[in-house]
Structures are given as C-alpha cells and as structure tokens.
C-alpha cells in the first residue's frame, strides 16, 4: 500500500483554471507538507500542517490554499493558474518535525 | 541566504566505485541534515540523516559526514550500483526557521555500466 498518494500525477489546464491536488497519508503522521519543484529540479517548501494546523506557510501566492480536513489528508486548491505555477508538486508527511519525511510520487501541473 | 549546497552538478561514476557528492549548508545553528534519492518520476525518498552532535553515521552502503567547522556535509556511497542514479538532495534544518527543511539543489548521479 503507498504510504503518501497524490491525486492526479499529471494536471494539464489552462492559465486562470482553478485546480486542486489532493494528497493522503496512511502512516498515521502529525505532520503533512507541500513542496514544489521547478524545472532545475530545485525542491522548496510552501506549507506545512500539523494535526490540522497550519505551521509553516512560505512566502507563496494567496492564490495556493491548502486545506487540511484531517491529520491524514493535506489538499492544495490553486486559484487563477498561472504559467509560472507549472512545476511538480510533491507532498510529504512525517511524525512530527524534524524527523524524516516520506514524498508522495509527485502531481506534474502544466499551465498552458 | 536559505539555499543550501549545489546547484545540480552531474557526477558520473563507474559501476563499482565509491561515490562522493558533497554539499555546503548555510546555517551553522543547523542542528539535523538529511539526504534524500530522487529517481526520474518519483518522488524524494529517504537515505540517511544525521544530526549536529554527530560527525559520521553509516547505513547500509552509504556514508554521511558532517563537518560543522566548514559548514559541509557529504554522501558517500560505496560499490555504486546502477540503481543508484538519480539526483541526490541535502537538505538542512534549523530551528528558527520553524523546523522546516531547506534542500539544496541536488546533484545528478549518472552510473556507468
């Protein structure tokens, strides 16, 4: 069974489209994460949530909001899409920082 | 800055030999590192982390070292496999920064058979 899963793994839309991903995590974890991956491969954080929480929230567009409806499930809504919000999305758990973190397989967004 | 170490580097290794990727952290208050595999298509997977009391910590096949005078943590794996190529992060964590982790900017592994 997978661990951390992400729904879809490829996104394609048009600019100005309103998306979500949604991300699950069956290890039990505290903690859930979202990621994004540009081009060079360059990972940075956007959010974190603990239990539910909001911790962590980077310097990011208000145009990304995550929603957490539980400690197993952390979703990204992304309004207005933009070219420049074409990247990976990866989403990760762990039990409580800052312990090792698990990465789902990744949500490929491209903006057209 | 936040950024820590490379800027994807390729290191190109014969099967058989020890690998080495190195890279620099920004924070000396940086108190827990953590390398991380990243196949092509998959996500960041775990390999070894280490924390700043620490100088060495093994695993199976793979090596990490701190050293904190210099700010500079490496990798080194032996008896590199083909199923070691990938990009491989660093990525550091400090407590200031709300417990977050920084990545570096990987460093690409290409395995020759």
């Known amino acids: 069974d997978t661990a951390v899963s992400q729904t879809p793994k490829y996104l394609v839309t048009q600019m100005g489209n309103d998306k979500s991903i949604k991300c699950e995590q069956n290890?039990?974890?505290?903690?859930m994460y979202w990621y994004k991956q540009d081009s060079k491969k360059f990972l940075k954080i956007m959010f974190s949530?603990?239990?539910?929480?909001?911790?962590i929230n980077e310097t990011v567009p208000n145009r990304f909001s995550p929603k957490s409806p539980d400690k197993a499930h952390l979703n990204l809504h992304i309004n207005s899409l933009e070219l420049g919000d074409s990247a990976v999305y990866f989403c990760?758990?762990?039990?409580?920082?800052?312990?090792?973190?698990?990465f789902g397989p990744g949500t490929r967004l491209t903006v057209l | 800055g936040e950024s820590v170490g490379l800027h994807l580097p390729t290191l190109s290794v014969q099967e058989g030999d020890n690998s080495i990727i190195n890279c620099a952290y920004s924070?000396?208050?940086?108190?827990?590192f953590i390398w991380y595999k990243q196949e092509s298509g998959k996500g960041p997977q775990f390999i070894i982390d280490?924390?700043?009391?620490?100088d060495k910590r093994q695993g199976q096949r793979v090596t990490v070292l701190l050293n904190k005078t210099v700010k500079h943590l490496s990798l080194q794996i032996a008896a590199t496999q083909p199923g070691d190529s990938a990009v491989y992060f660093c990525?550091?964590?400090?407590?200031?920064?709300?417990?977050?982790?920084?990545f570096g900017g990987g460093t690409r592994v290409l395995v020759k058979p």
């Open positions: 990525a550091e964590k400090f407590k200031a920064a709300g417990n977050k982790l920084t």
């Open positions: 280490i924390r700043s009391n620490m």
């Open positions: 949530y603990n239990n539910k929480e909001l911790i």
């Open positions: 924070n000396s208050a940086s108190d827990y």
């Open positions: 290890l039990g974890h505290d903690t």
């Open positions: 990760a758990s762990s039990q409580g920082p800052p312990n090792e973190q698990f």
